[in-house]
């Protein structure tokens, strides 16, 4: 009887089902989608720590006969053991993995290891939930999969929830006649419970099937953005398991059945005489009259926005989606759009013409390095510049100050750590820079010093630290250029041609000091890509060419272990002929020494494919709370329009023509789209305004490259959306037969 009834109802109310096949279907979409896209994460992962650290479930550190491999390979559960390149450890495979943790103490103790020897792959067996207690390092993957599909769930919960409850509450008056005659509650509970699934069977398969082909297109096209010149990435490949679609398909039966388990059992809670009394209609306790509304739209605008209050519960998670969708979008792309400003300023567009090739030579002194010349020689080099940078410490006098510096406050605003104060002045860092013999004398050349290999060039400046504005920071003398003070000397001699010596300091041994002869200060600094000062503002830099070093290198020490090599090519060289250099440098250097390369071209194609990855992660994640709020309107509003029938039939019986309706219509849907942007665009007003407060950017700079157009493109993209919703409801309500839905009491 029960199945015969819901049989009946569903193929005589195909239009009332719309908006919960609807949102059955985006439900098992995003389910799927998400779902699809963590899998393929882990196993990108996966595939990231086998590449980088192997296969092998636990390592036994040691030295181990032939005798041992076999011993440990006839061992139960051991799929795999080898022994890595030097021979001091073994590696081992188990086939269940989970057994690793107990098995390896076992395996080590028989080959008369310790448990001192004893490690584990431990990101790789987290991967499969396999953690050992002594593992401390966090392991997000699993939590924040979790966190996001419970947050997914709990939204898609609602939105179902409602396109159950309008259409069941549509049929409140027909279920009370049925209690009447003897229906019990469960009786009714089960009705609307398979009525549900047999809507949405078929759908959830279907949502789930395009949300794995959505989820495999995204992973293609992250491939696209990001290509696999990233350091530590490699293409991902993208793959499911059935395993998932399973779980995807439990996942999304789950969150229907309580979608729909919710307002079926609210209904069969009714007495016959609730049931019975209720007409299924939007019922309002107070029509309110909205002034605006009347005034822009006259009657149609008032019906609208009475109509839109009575469907305030049903349409909260609407709303709220389409305003997070659409604030979150809003500040991710003005986020973005100041940090490409910002970039801009700070790295790429500042240091465009300063730097080709960095290349980072491993473990190597400026002193030691041989391949100077042989690089200067390369084809396409225009400039070369090699340089280490060494740790060190000065006192700075009260009389050394300048005048300028004293005026701000000297010392007074210095961190802890920065200036320490002494006996006879103020311990700061006075980091060295050594430059090749070349490069050193081509600087005194710039900067008009004497070209000269036996003293050294300071950095005259400092930056006004009571000035926070750090992207139009105000610089002034650091020192006086004649110091008048006991600790150094004041005679200006041949070799010594500004009459100062600076005396530095052994990091870590303030004993122990060098004196440097100054050949001069300067306000202009080398040309490469560094910044110098940058955190610690009272650093005073000396720059001293490598014959210098060594002959102090056995009293300052503090070099740091690895030597920087700055390339310059031809003037507009391109990205392949900076490749062909690149390759030559590590061809002619690798054979001698460890180095790391980079170019600058190819470093910022790849700073913009990075950029542009997040902005799809994050716009991607706006689409969804975008498309949460549109299958919520697109649910609630279809099936309001069936609720609504008699409504619509007594707007008509009194005069109100289908235009009429239809712009009373087009009034809802300008309000529900309308309303987010109309509360977003203050809010992110406001967002974006602190945030050029904190990077110092003026309205001006930030308005010149503004994301106007992509925030405009997702504002009609709402709208779009919403209106389509409209629209579809509208061809339902042209249908309507007024005599019928007049006479009509339970709504069959």
């Known amino acids: 009887m029960w199945k015969d009834y819901s049989s009946d109802y569903i193929k005589n109310n195909r239009s009332s089902s719309l908006s919960v096949r609807l949102s059955a279907f985006i439900s098992a979409l995003l389910l799927s989608l998400l779902c ?16 980088k650290d192997g296969t092998w479930h636990s390592r036994i550190a040691g030295r181990f006969d032939q005798k041992d491999v076999e011993a440990v390979q006839h061992f139960a559960n051991v ?74 769930s709990f939204s898609l919960i609602a939105i179902i929830h409602n396109a159950f409850a309008v259409s069941m509450n549509a049929r409140i008056h027909q279920f ?11 009786q009714i509970r089960t009705c609307l419970l398979q009525e549900a699934f047999a809507l949405c069977a078929v759908l959830i398969l279907a949502g789930n099937l395009l949300g794995i082909a959505v989820s495999m297109g995204l992973i293609q096209l992250s491939n696209i953005l990001l290509g696999n010149d990233i350091p530590g990435r490699h293409k991902a490949v993208p793959g499911y398991h059935p395993l998932v679609l399973i779980l995807t398909l439990g996942i999304t039966a789950i969150t229907i059945a309580i979608s729909a388990w919710l307002p079926a059992r609210k209904l069969s809670r009714l007495s016959p005489l609730e049931a019975i009394r209720n007409t299924g209609g939007l019922q309002l306790k107070r029509p309110r009259k ?29 709303s709220l989606s389409l305003i997070s969708a659409f604030l979150a979008f809003t500040i991710m792309q003005c986020f973005f759009t100041t ?68 005026s701000f406050g000297g010392f007074s605003h210095a961190p802890d750590g920065a ?7 103020w311990l700061v860092n006075a980091p060295l820079l050594i430059l090749d013999d070349d490069s050193f004398l081509e600087y005194c050349r710039q900067i008009g010093a004497e070209p000269r290999l036996d003293g050294a060039v300071v950095r005259n400046l400092i930056r006004d630290v009571t000035n926070p504005d750090f992207r139009h920071p105000v610089y002034m003398p650091y020192l006086k250029k004649q110091p008048a003070d006991t600790s150094v000397s004041n005679a200006v001699t041949p070799d010594n041609p500004t009459g100062a010596v600076s005396i530095l300091r052994q990091q870590g041994n303030s004993e122990i000091t060098a004196e440097l002869p100054i050949l001069a200060y300067t306000q202009e600094v080398p040309v490469l890509r560094e910044e110098y000062a940058s955190t610690d503002y009272y650093e005073l830099v000396h720059f001293i060419p490598v014959s210098l070093w060594k002959e102090i290198k056995g009293l300052i020490g503090g070099a740091g272990e690895d030597l920087y090599i700055r390339v310059i090519g031809r ?11 690149q390759s030559q440098i590590d061809q002619l250097i690798g054979q001698s020494y460890t180095l790391e390369s980079e170019n600058r071209i190819r470093e910022y194609e790849l700073n913009n494919r990075q950029i542009q990855g997040i902005r799809t992660a994050f716009g991607s994640f706006c689409v969804l709370l975008a498309i949460i ?4 309107v697109f649910s609630n509003t279809l099936g309001f329009v069936h609720q609504r029938k008699r409504e619509f039939a007594r707007y008509m019986s009194i005069g109100m023509t289908p235009e009429e309706i239809r712009k009373m219509f087009c009034v809802e849907a300008l309000i529900l789209a309308g309303r987010p942007v109309l509360i977003t665009i203050p809010l992110a007003v406001i967002a974006v305004g602190y945030m050029l407060k904190m990077s110092y950017l003026g309205v001006d700079e930030f308005m010149a490259e503004a994301p106007f157009v992509p925030i405009v493109i997702f504002m009609v993209f709402v709208l779009a959306s919403v209106a389509s919703a409209y629209a579809l409801a509208w061809r339902n309500v042209r249908k309507i037969c007024l005599a019928e839905v007049l006479k009509n009491d339970t709504m069959i």
């Open 36 to 51: 699809g896209l963590f899998y393929n994460a882990w196993k990108y992962e996966v595939e990231r720590i086998e590449l």
């Open 79 to 152: 799929n795999k053991v080898t022994v890595n390149n030097d021979a001091s450890e073994l590696l081992i495979i188990f086939d269940d993995m989970k057994d690793t943790l107990t098995d390896t103490p076992h395996i080590a103790e028989s080959i008369g290891a310790g448990p001192e020897q004893i490690s584990y792959n431990h990101a790789l067996m987290a991967m499969y939930l396999i953690r050992d207690p002594n593992d401390k390092a966090p392991r997000l993957l699993f939590p924040m999969f979790v966190v996001i599909l419970l947050m997914a």
């Open 176 to 186: 009370g006649i049925l209690s009447s005659i003897g229906a019990t509650p469960r």
């Open 290 to 318: 909205v002034p605006v509304l009347t005034f822009l739209f006259g009657a149609e605008g008032e019906l609208a926005g009475n109509a839109l209050a009575a469907q305030k519960k049903a349409l909260r998670t609407a």
């Open 339 to 406: 940090s490409v400003i910002s970039t801009k300023e700070t790295y790429f567009e500042r240091y465009q013409d300063t730097w080709d090739i960095m290349a980072v030579v491993k473990n190597t002194s400026a002193d030691e390095f041989s391949e100077t010349e042989a690089i200067r020689k390369l084809g396409g080099v225009e400039s070369a510049v090699i340089y280490q940078k060494v740790s060190a410490k000065r006192i700075v006098t009260e009389a050394e100050m300048s005048e300028e510096m004293k």
């Open 419 to 425: 200036a320490l104060r002494m006996d006879d002045g």
């Open 571 to 581: 003037e507009h060289v391109s990205l392949e002929e900076l490749d062909t250099l």
């Open 629 to 632: 709020g549109i299958g919520d």
